[in-house]
């Protein structure tokens, strides 16, 4: 696999016969949506270019049910740390790019 740095945590990467967002997630220690949603969504073929984008974050879609608490504790952040500027709450399909770690 060739990784082509884009910018310092963004990266392309060439797909290879056999290659799928499961398989290059595991590669990159990311999770498939990472992939698919920042490439159209359908499945690569040979020879495509996938844009990976910060591979430090992990693209998580609201789903019913969640709260800003609960998805920080979840990825073990603060709630602080995974809301936009400016918003107080979470809505259902809301994407988040969160930066799973350790809690300050």
């Known amino acids: ?46 020879g495509d270019l996938l844009f990976v984008p910060d591979l430090d974050r992990v693209l998580y879609t609201v789903q019913p049910l969640d709260t800003v608490e609960s998805v920080a504790e979840r990825f073990n952040v603060r709630a602080d740390d995974i809301l936009p500027a400016g918003l107080k709450r979470l809505y259902l399909g809301q994407k988040l790019a969160i930066k799973a770690g350790d809690r300050d």
Do not use: S, W
């Open 1 to 46: 696999m060739r990784i082509y740095q884009v910018l310092c945590r963004e990266a392309v990467i060439r797909v290879k016969e056999g290659d799928g967002f499961e398989g290059l997630a595991d590669m990159l220690g990311t999770i498939p949506e990472n992939i698919t949603a920042h490439n159209g969504g359908a499945k690569p073929a040979a």
